[in-house]
């Protein structure tokens, strides 16, 4: 009972001197009330703090954990052994309805009281590192450094850890907690395991993506992507001898010279590029064949569709000025191949669910630094919409995407508290508190 008082106390004196700088206190709308009192019963429930005070002391635990995950592989579509491996952590850490799914998603259902929401809380297992990358971790100066040891073997080490810490306090939620290892974030992959799992689960009411590290930042947007490949071919021929049929080169380069002068939206942020360019087979012979890669993003959904548009008919309009100016019976033809759909979308800055991620980094003592756009898992469920938020891990790094990436495990449990209490307050607690996320109807 006097520990209960005591941490309390800490508690309560961690809200009271919760930084928000005059900036983001002015900026953002007032947490509403029911956000604030859920808060607070989660924050003052036993077990809960009992769960917090525990992984506080974790560091050392957590910093291995994200170690020996790393330490795994898991390059684009081939995730199996990290998840393999990260299954029987989940299992460990007292989830014992857990499986791998069709897709490849390790799934763990952490189950409620009943008829409550169900919340998804993930971390992505996919790297963008090749099959064959050194992922060794080296620790240099209190730095790790390996290939995705933030990106995102920190999430993956944070939810482990809410996992671990929900299970030995026994804390009893309403709703269920569906704890998510997911495949195919990164590049290609597409969002692969997020389709997979929305299709198979209609009653999802609410995601939270643990991504990257840092903490203060929650992602509401999702900047999509649509990317393509596309290819001319013609005739190809003699550069002397067949001279006057159309060439897929050129008629390519008039693509490019034509997309390049397409002006996107600069608000909702909308943006192009043609990122590979190939073809030929020799300086002395008309092109057969060439391709392109392009990527489009947006902040929005319609911008996207609509710029995508200008851009097919900027490659159209190419081909058929390539065929005009030769005028033969040999034409230059295209092919569009879409390489990938990146969703996007928007859930409201005053979203239920962003408040309450205000609310939890206030409990542990963070200043909400922003509130922002990011192409992640979460752009699955927001298109579909269903609540979703992105928030990191706590700790520190640099360089992802990079072989220089590393981590340096500064306050890297705070990413753990936060999740903790944020799920909780969306899932609710028996007797303590009602959940804050909604139980919506299933989707078709
Ligand atoms: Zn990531």
Do not use: C
């Not at 994200?66 to 898991?74: F, G, K, M």
């Not at 200008?310 to 190419?318: D, F, L, T, Y």
């Not at 669910?353 to 192409?375: D, F, L, N, P």
């Amino acid at each position: 009972m006097f520990l209960n008082i005591f941490l309390s106390i800490i508690l309560y004196a961690a809200i009271a001197l919760a930084p928000l700088d005059a900036l983001a206190q002015s900026s953002l709308p007032p947490l509403s009330p029911a956000v604030e009192q859920a808060m607070e019963r989660v924050t003052r429930h036993a077990p809960v703090m009992k769960a917090i005070e525990a992984i506080k002391g974790s560091s050392v635990r957590m910093l291995e954990a994200q170690v020996r995950i790393t330490e795994i592989p898991a390059p684009p579509f081939k995730e199996k052994a990290r998840a393999e491996y990260y299954l029987t952590r989940i299992k460990a850490a007292g989830i014992a309805d857990a499986y791998i799914d069709a897709e490849g998603n390790v799934i763990g259902i952490r189950r409620g009281k009943g008829k409550g929401p169900k919340l998804v809380v993930s971390a992505h297992l996919d790297t963008v590192f090749p099959e064959g990358t050194d992922v060794k971790v080296r620790e240099k100066d209190g730095r790790y450094y390996a290939p995705g040891i933030g990106d995102d073997g920190a999430g993956l080490a944070t939810l482990l850890a809410m996992t671990e810490h929900l299970h030995h306090a026994g804390v009893r939620t309403i709703g269920d907690i569906m704890v998510v290892g997911s495949v195919g974030e990164e590049g290609l992959g597409d969002l692969r395991g997020m389709k997979a799992l929305f299709r198979d689960h209609k009653d999802i009411d609410g995601f939270i993506s643990l991504d990257g590290v840092g903490i203060g930042r929650i992602v509401n947007t999702a900047t999509g992507s649509h990317r393509f490949s596309v290819t001319f071919t013609g005739p190809g021929g003699h550069s002397f001898a067949a001279f006057g049929l159309p060439s897929a080169i050129h008629a390519m380069g008039r693509a490019v010279a034509k997309i390049g002068d397409l002006v996107p939206p600069a608000n909702p942020k909308t943006t192009f590029t043609v990122g590979t360019v190939s073809g030929g087979t020799s300086v002395n012979a008309i092109a057969g064949s060439a391709t392109i890669g392009i990527d489009v993003r947006s902040n929005s959904h319609s911008e996207l569709v609509k710029f995508v548009e200008q851009v097919m008919a900027a490659i159209h309009e190419a081909v058929a000025d390539e065929n005009k100016r030769w005028n033969t019976r040999s034409k230059i033809t295209v092919a569009i191949k879409q390489v990938g759909d990146r969703p996007a979308g928007s859930i409201p800055a005053n979203a239920l669910i962003v408040q309450a991620a205000r609310a939890a980094h206030k409990a542990v003592g963070v200043e909400t630094r922003a509130i922002s756009a990011s192409s992640t898992d979460s752009n699955l469920p927001i298109s579909l919409g269903v609540p979703a938020i992105t928030l990191s891990s706590g700790g520190q790094g640099g360089r992802s995407h990079s072989l220089q990436e590393w981590y340096a495990p500064v306050n890297n449990t705070l990413g753990a508290q936060n999740v903790l209490l944020l799920a909780l307050a969306l899932a609710g607690i028996e007797q303590v508190s009602e959940p804050l996320l909604e139980k919506r109807p299933p989707r078709p």
